[in-house]
């Protein structure tokens, strides 16, 4: 069904799934389209980062700044605009058939002091359309991806996606990196008993970073090199620990294993767990309780 009961012409129908990592609300559009199509895009409030992901027809979709007027940047694969809060875009397209895209809104100014990034003002203030970075383009597709993953991980994993978006979008010349910066033993400390402790629950990145007094993206690299693992895949894998624990010594059916440790049902349970451990859970508490 279309979220809007008055559609542009020719747009036959536009459907749009919402989340919000890190304050950012991301959304994952889907046009169906019928010949030429012209309307505003998002909310002139925030300012907003525009991804195509896919587009079908012969047509090519643009990003405008007015709607009579042709971007003047030539198409390019997986192209994307940056629009700051206040500037109308416009998208159009002459003859697409069907368009997926992602729309990332934001303050960037609250961004920016969330995540601790040190940027230029102009990045922040200058609009720019049609642009490519493959880095970009690929953690957004791993955004869209989890859009509506119902699992408690997914929260850790798409905070992470949208710091190292934004990092990326801010601070696009290249820093070096001195060495792998780990963790205290008390910061990592303190990491693990936190999630242990919130087992299976969602958990912030935020509010892991704010514990050890660093950013967002400093502390998301320290922690993989301090565990192997980012902090999502943490989190997942103590779960699935916990379920092996209850697979073991409790006689609880796989739908209760899943709820328990925070998976939307046996489905999803043993699909996770098998790629995790290589057997599903029904044959590892076989194979363990002969």
């Known amino acids: 069904m279309s979220d809007h009961p008055e559609l542009p012409e020719n747009l036959l129908n536009f459907t749009r799934k919402s989340r919000i990592w890190n304050s950012v609300r991301v959304d994952l559009v889907e046009y169906d ?3 030429r199509v012209v309307h505003e895009i998002g909310n002139k409030e925030d300012t907003r980062l525009g991804v195509i992901l896919d587009e079908i027809g012969r047509g ?3 990003p405008r700044l007015a709607a009579d007027k042709p971007c003047p940047v030539a198409y390019k694969p997986r192209h994307m605009h940056f629009a700051p809060a206040g500037l109308p875009v416009w998208g159009y397209t002459d003859d697409s058939r069907f368009v997926r895209a992602v729309n990332l809104n934001f303050d960037a100014g609250a961004l920016h002091e969330r995540l601790q990034i040190a940027h230029e003002g102009r990045t922040a203030s200058e609009p720019r359309m049609r ?3 493959d880095r970009i383009w ?4 791993l955004l869209a991806d989890v859009v509506d993953d119902p699992d408690p991980s997914a929260q850790l994993y798409g905070d992470s996606l949208v710091a190292a978006i934004a990092a990326r979008l801010f601070t696009p010349r290249p820093t070096v990196q001195k060495g792998r910066t780990r963790l205290s033993p008390l910061q990592l400390r303190d990491a693990i008993e936190y999630m242990n402790a919130r087992l ?5 990145l935020e509010t892991l970073a704010a ?3 660093l950013s967002q993206s400093h502390y998301s690299r320290a922690f993989k090199a ?3 693992l980012a902090p999502y895949q943490w989190q997942l894998q103590a779960r699935v620990e916990t379920a092996k624990n209850l697979l073991f010594h409790t006689r609880g059916s796989l739908e209760d294993v899943a709820s328990a440790t925070g998976f939307a049902d046996a489905v ?4 996770t767990f098998r790629r995790m451990t290589g057997a599903t859970p029904a044959v590892w508490r076989a194979d363990r309780l002969r």
């Open 268 to 271: 999803h349970f043993g699909r």
């Open 226 to 228: 301090s565990t192997g």
């Open 33 to 35: 389209c019928a010949g």
């Open 138 to 141: 690929a953690l957004v597709k």
């Open 131 to 133: 642009f490519t970075d």
């Open 60 to 62: 090519r979709c643009e």
């Open 200 to 204: 299976p629950t969602r958990v912030d």
């Open 211 to 213: 514990l050890a007094g």
